[in-house]
């Protein structure tokens, strides 16, 4: 059995899709959790949510750790993840997708969120997140109820992104 999952390319159904809550975090959700990190790190990004590999309950992975600098891995591992708290400071930061590849474009967001989560542990965590962090992890939870970053573009320059990944699937047979 391989290591790691294939990574779903827009367009799919199941990028649009809200994932479901996970009752626990039980061995196969563990499991779950280090495939989609090696998938990850394979990519690479920073990070994955369930529907990019085609399952639709509530988990995603990050780690922010420049791995290219020689910076020790710091994973992040969320269940059932949930916003308990926004700033009303926003922030601007460019942002890709592993899911809509080569294509990145400035995203508004609140600048600070505190987020709620079972850990790979299945215990009860909170993260609070500024800088690229926060805006990882939004974008991360957003795919979870099936929003891409592409949808806070307007619809020309969204239509712009996607017809170039369609050009690409064809061009590198992603
Ligand atoms: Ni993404």
Known sequence: MSNSYDIIIVPDPVLKQTAQPVSKVDAAVQKQMDKMLATMYEAPGIGLAANQVNLLNRVLVMDLARKDEGEAPTPICMANPEIIWESEELSVMQEGCLSIPQQYADVERPARVRVKYL?????QDELEADGLLSHCVQHEIDHLNGVLFVDYLSSLKRNMMLRKVQKLK?????
């Open 170 to 174: 064809k061009q590198m047979v992603l």
């Open 119 to 123: 850990n790979r542990e299945g215990k």
